[in-house]
Structures are given as C-alpha cells and as structure tokens.
C-alpha cells in the first residue's frame, strides 16, 4: 500500500476545524494536519527550549479496521506526544485520519499500531532537526474491562465559595505567600473551560497542579482557572498558559500542571507539563471523559 505524502504544517484557520469534510473511505496519512508549537508559545514569552517537560496524552475510543478477510476489528488506543515535538497534530485531522482505517485491510493489530505510529510521528516531529517516535499502545476488546476510571488525586479548589467575574485569563489572581513556611499541595479543580481556537466551541476539562514552595492562594487560583472560560486555544496551549502564569507569579520550586479533557469526536487530549523529569500519568480517565 502506498503512502500519500502529507500536507506541511499551516495556521489553524486552514485546517478542516468548522468547515465539511467527508470521510476517506481508505487509509491515508495525508489527512494528518500538524500545527507548531512555537507560535503560540511566543505569545506566552517561551522562545527556544520552553521551561517544562511533560507530554500530550491523547486516547482515541473509535479505532476499527478490517482484517484481512474483511471482518471489522475494534480497539481504543492511548498516544503519547512528547512536548519537545514541534508540532501537535490538530484533533479533527486527528479523527479523520484514524477513521480512514475504517474500510481497509490489515492483517494484524500490529500493522495498524506500527502505521498510526509511523504517521503521527512523521507529522509532529516534521522539521525537527533529530525527529523521534510518539508513543501507541492499541488495546483490544479482551482488555477493554482493565480500562480505569478515577478521580484526580488533590485538595479540590471547587469547594471554595466565592464571587468569579473575570472569563478571560486573569494571571493578576495569582498570589503566593512568599515571606512563609515553603509547602507541597496537589490541588484539583474540575471547573476549567476553554474554547476552540477555531470552531468556539466549549472544552471541559479537570485539572490538577502539584507544586512545592510558597503557599498559592487558592481562592486566587481557582478564580484563575474560572477565567479561562471565554478563552479561545487548543487544550495543549492552554495547560502551557497555566504553568508559565503559575511559574512566574507564583514563583514554586517545582510545579506540574496536568488536565484531562472531555472527549469530542471520540478522543480525549491530557497534557501535562512539569518543571522537573517525572513518571508520565496513568491512563486512568475521570468519569465525564
């Protein structure tokens, strides 16, 4: 099978985000369409290498193809993006390319893992000077009983009672009691919302931050959270916007900001961005993905 060639990265606005697009009725890569990083990263005053590591973990619950005597297969499958790559991949391209694999053949799980993993690779790291691999793992029907749900781990923020007027990011709530006794919290709030770069519409989302150093205010930080809910990014940009407010506000000597999205379109995107190397999240998802 021949492999098209894929399309070079562009703006959002040229993406098929909002406008009608049929389904490929057979497996293409081409429908791939990577976005970079960089450009909104500039905006939040992140040039060259970004201050964090971390990673995008997507899962994908609508997977099927066709084996080789035409019989439909099913899977979910759990994608790690590096950070470090140059690009992310933008989600309805994302969903378009994998329901291509709708109505070809195959003739193993295997074949479809090493292709999805092969493409989505060659897309993020287009133009990075050393490109390297995402992360896939497919599982199949027999394992679908050992996929979790849980709650985020931390002292919820949404327990606080208090007034929110502000609905575009306000980093100014951000406080820390810098002249006393550093902490460790992990603190969850499941009130995020943000809006699609593109198309507007709503992203749900929960959000966890562990962090060390000076107490952050968490009527400030909750209210902060609440003010993303008229801002218009993709879920990678806004947990980027999170730490680096978090980061420089706040001032902690260690802080990991990780969301979990709602699924739109049978994926789900959970990025996570840490000041310091750490072992990447389960892939337990909360109750409303």
Request: net charge negative.
């Given at each position: 099978?021949?492999?098209?060639?894929a399309p070079?990265a562009?703006t959002?606005?040229?993406?098929l985000?909002?406008?009608?697009?049929?389904y490929?009725?057979q497996?293409?890569p081409?429908?791939l369409f990577?976005?970079?990083?960089a450009?909104?990263?500039?905006?939040?005053?992140?040039?060259?290498a970004?201050?964090?590591f971390g990673?995008?973990?997507w899962?994908?619950?609508e997977?099927?193809?066709?084996?080789s005597r035409?019989?439909p297969?099913?899977?979910?499958?759990?994608?790690t993006v590096?950070?470090?790559?140059p690009n992310?991949v933008?989600?309805?391209?994302f969903?378009l390319?994998?329901?291509?694999?709708?109505?070809s053949?195959?003739?193993?799980a295997?074949e479809v893992?090493?292709?999805?993993?092969?493409?989505v690779?060659e897309?993020?790291w287009r133009?990075?000077?050393?490109p390297?691999?995402?992360?896939v793992?497919l599982v199949?029907?027999e394992?679908?009983g050992r996929e979790r749900?849980?709650?985020?781990?931390?002292l919820?923020?949404?327990?606080l009672d208090?007034d929110?007027?502000?609905y575009?990011?306000?980093?100014?709530f951000?406080t820390a009691a810098?002249d006393e006794?550093?902490v460790?919290?992990?603190?969850v709030?499941?009130?995020?919302?943000s809006?699609?770069?593109?198309?507007g519409?709503p992203?749900?989302?929960?959000?966890?931050?562990?962090?060390?150093g000076?107490?952050?205010?968490?009527a400030?930080?909750?209210r902060y959270l609440?003010?993303f809910?008229?801002?218009?990014?993709?879920h990678?940009?806004c947990v980027e916007?999170i730490?680096?407010?978090?980061w420089?506000?706040?001032?902690p000597?260690?802080?990991?900001?990780?969301?979990?999205y709602?699924?739109r379109g049978g994926?789900?995107?959970?990025?996570?961005r840490?000041?310091h190397?750490?072992?990447?999240p389960g892939?337990?998802?909360?109750?409303r993905?």
């Amino acid at each position: 099978m021949s492999t098209p060639q894929a399309p070079a990265a562009n703006t959002p606005e040229q993406s098929l985000l909002g406008k009608p697009a049929p389904y490929a009725a057979q497996y293409d890569p081409g429908l791939l369409f990577p976005l970079p990083r960089a450009d909104k990263r500039a905006e939040i005053g992140i040039e060259g290498a970004p201050p964090f590591f971390g990673a995008d973990l997507w899962t994908a619950f609508e997977i099927s193809w066709l084996n080789s005597r035409g019989k439909p297969q099913i899977a979910l499958a759990h994608f790690t993006v590096p950070c470090e790559t140059p690009n992310i991949v933008e989600s309805k391209s994302f969903k378009l390319y994998l329901n291509s694999f709708n109505d070809s053949r195959f003739d193993s799980a295997d074949e479809v893992r090493a292709r999805i993993r092969a493409d989505v690779s060659e897309a993020v790291w287009r133009g990075a000077a050393q490109p390297s691999t995402i992360g896939v793992r497919l599982v199949l029907p027999e394992e679908f009983g050992r996929e979790r749900i849980e709650d985020l781990e931390g002292l919820s923020l949404d327990r606080l009672d208090l007034d929110c007027e502000r609905y575009t990011p306000a980093p100014e709530f951000l406080t820390a009691a810098f002249d006393e006794t550093p902490v460790n919290e992990t603190l969850v709030s499941h009130l995020l919302k943000s809006n699609c770069l593109v198309t507007g519409q709503p992203d749900w989302g929960s959000v966890q931050i562990r962090y060390s150093g000076p107490q952050i205010d968490q009527a400030g930080l909750l209210r902060y959270l609440i003010s993303f809910r008229n801002h218009h990014e993709f879920h990678e940009q806004c947990v980027e916007r999170i730490f680096m407010d978090i980061w420089q506000r706040c001032r902690p000597g260690k802080l990991a900001v990780f969301a979990r999205y709602t699924r739109r379109g049978g994926l789900d995107i959970n990025p996570l961005r840490t000041s310091h190397p750490q072992a990447l999240p389960g892939t337990a998802r909360t109750a409303r993905q």
